[in-house]
């Protein structure tokens, strides 16, 4: 069974940086796209940053320039680095996995998540 695993978030200062890792195991053939999502108490999810196969990358407005997305390669593993963080930034963080398996069967799949929490 396909499984995804955060990791790397915590507590940080506005202005500083973290970088969350998310792991996919399981019967995995192929991960076609990862991306990284976000809700806050109240809100709704919203996409973060995502990245295809080939490595093709797309940002919500409000993190260009801030965050990076990288990896997918080797371990099946997918890469955030936060920088500049601000307090609004605050957020558990959901990684999620386009996947198909050894039939073909393409699925999308979701971590547990990570919380981020930025301090004025």
């Known amino acids: 069974q396909v499984q995804l695993v955060e990791s790397g978030g915590g507590l940080v200062q506005a202005g500083g940086s973290l970088r969350l890792s998310c792991e996919v195991t399981?019967?995995?053939?192929?991960?076609?796209?990862m991306g990284w999502y976000r809700q806050a108490p109240g809100k709704q999810r919203e996409l973060v940053a995502t990245?295809?196969?080939?490595?093709?990358?797309n940002y919500a407005e409000s993190v260009k320039g801030r965050f990076t997305i990288s990896g997918i390669n080797a371990k099946n593993t997918v890469y955030l680095q936060m920088g500049r963080l601000k307090p609004e930034d605050t957020a558990v963080y959901y990684c999620?996995?386009?996947?198909?398996?050894?039939?073909?069967?393409?699925?999308?799949?979701w971590g547990q998540g990570t919380q981020v929490t930025v301090s004025s």
């Open positions: 999620n996995a386009r996947v198909a398996d050894y039939g073909l069967v393409v699925s999308d799949y």
């Open positions: 399981g019967s995995i053939f192929s991960i076609s796209a």
């Open positions: 990245i295809t196969r080939v490595g093709d990358t």
